[in-house]
């Protein structure tokens, strides 16, 4: 079923005109994407948002090289996020989470403001990386940048404890409302961060973020951004509404690639079965968590990206599903910097470049 599966989906970035680059798998889109989207001093371009570069592009790109075991462009990646987005010390400063060229022309840091989704996965870069690689100063920067994760990124919230916000500033509105993103929070990252660092702030985050599920997925989706609101628990967020779309398709591919020994995992990947509930394998571009309705025509990288997910549920063939999605892919030339990113994770994974044990840990093929 997996390789079946695998190998529609590559037919159908093929056939759809998603790029000829991603018709070979992991290793080939992934040296398509180094080339369109990386320059040689470490910086990651999103050519779709004006050039831009984001933290979340320099955080991918680090865990790439590292799957990849290219030391050089970890450190080039790492050198250019540290000297451009942290001010020169990443032991001292979060990465701004965006960076472009300003309106008089000047290329600079445009949103000082921190994304804790970055900011989590540069950290486990660098641990894992100092971990595989036998590099003692990767893993005190690590170690380095969880102390200021916890420090900045988090916030008590009553009732529940210490959790991530989306970022350090923006997302207190008001004394009793905490807004965050479920996306950010890839259990087996948390359970690394758990595991590795423990206290206050990732001693029990992954059963904090087990309860965030549970609160808000009774369709069996879950939403873009939530909030937490003093005595009333996790809610509906007030800005972006129950709507589930880009950010969302985040946590299933999370979840797909949880390893199964995760005393998790079962629960929340069963938490999650709103699309097939509905009879649909596949993804829609979105849900509505209140109303449980779902619409739209998913692009390229939602199907990549739910495959590690879909991997693991017990139904019958999707081939005619499958279909039907190829017959109405829109053709583009170039799949974008975030389809091609969730299509990097999906088929490394089932593509068995990469997985995660129970602990959280990196497992690689070298």
């Known amino acids: 079923m997996k390789k079946m599966i695998l190998g529609v989906l590559i037919v159908w970035f093929f056939v759809s005109g998603a790029g000829l680059s991603l018709a070979s798998g992991f290793h080939s889109a992934w ?69 472009g060229e300003s309106k ?10 921190s994304a804790t989704d970055a900011d989590l996965w540069v950290c486990f870069d660098l641990m894992e990386a100092g971990r595989l690689w036998h590099r003692p100063d990767y893993l005190r920067l690590g170690k380095r940048l969880a102390f ?29 409302v905490w807004r965050t993103n479920p996306s950010y929070f890839p259990p087996f990252l948390l359970r690394f961060m758990e595991n590795r660092f423990g206290g206050r702030a990732w001693g029990g985050l992954p059963r904090r973020f087990l309860v965030l599920v549970k609160s808000v997925s009774s369709c069996g989706f879950v939403p873009d951004w939530v909030s937490y609101v003093q005595e009333k628990g996790w809610q509906t967020d007030p800005v972006t509404g129950p709507l589930g779309s880009y950010d969302a398709i985040r946590v299933y591919l999370w979840v797909g690639m949880t390893s199964v020994r995760d005393p998790q995992e079962q629960i929340l990947r069963k938490r ?59 053709k583009k030339k170039d799949p974008g ?28 093929r070298w």
């Open 31 to 99: 040296k398509h994407y180094r080339a369109c989207c990386i320059q040689p001093d470490g910086r990651v371009i999103d050519r779709g948002r004006h050039n831009v570069t984001t933290s979340e592009g320099e955080a991918y790109a680090l865990f790439f090289a590292l799957v990849d075991n290219d030391p050089g462009l970890f450190s080039r990646l790492l050198r250019w996020t540290r000297d451009n987005l942290s001010r020169g010390d990443l032991s001292g400063h979060l990465p701004a989470w965006l960076w």
């Open 272 to 330: 999650l079965q709103g699309w097939a509930r509905k009879g649909r394998p596949s993804p829609t571009l979105f849900v509505n968590t209140k109303t449980c309705s779902v619409y739209g025509t998913p692009p390229p990288g939602f199907l990549a990206a739910y495959l590690p997910f879909l991997r693991r549920q017990k139904a019958p063939s999707f081939r005619e599903e499958f279909r039907r999605m190829l017959s109405r892919s829109v």
């Open 104 to 113: 008089n022309g000047q290329w600079r840091i445009l949103d000082q403001n």
């Open 337 to 364: 910097y975030y389809d091609t990113n969730l299509y990097l994770f999906g088929t490394g994974f089932l593509e068995k470049k990469f997985s995660f044990d129970e602990k959280g840990r990196l497992h690689v």
């Open 148 to 176: 200021l994760i916890s420090l900045q990124d988090f916030a008590h919230l009553p009732g529940v404890g210490a959790f991530p916000l989306g970022g350090e500033r923006g997302f207190h509105p008001v004394g009793t």
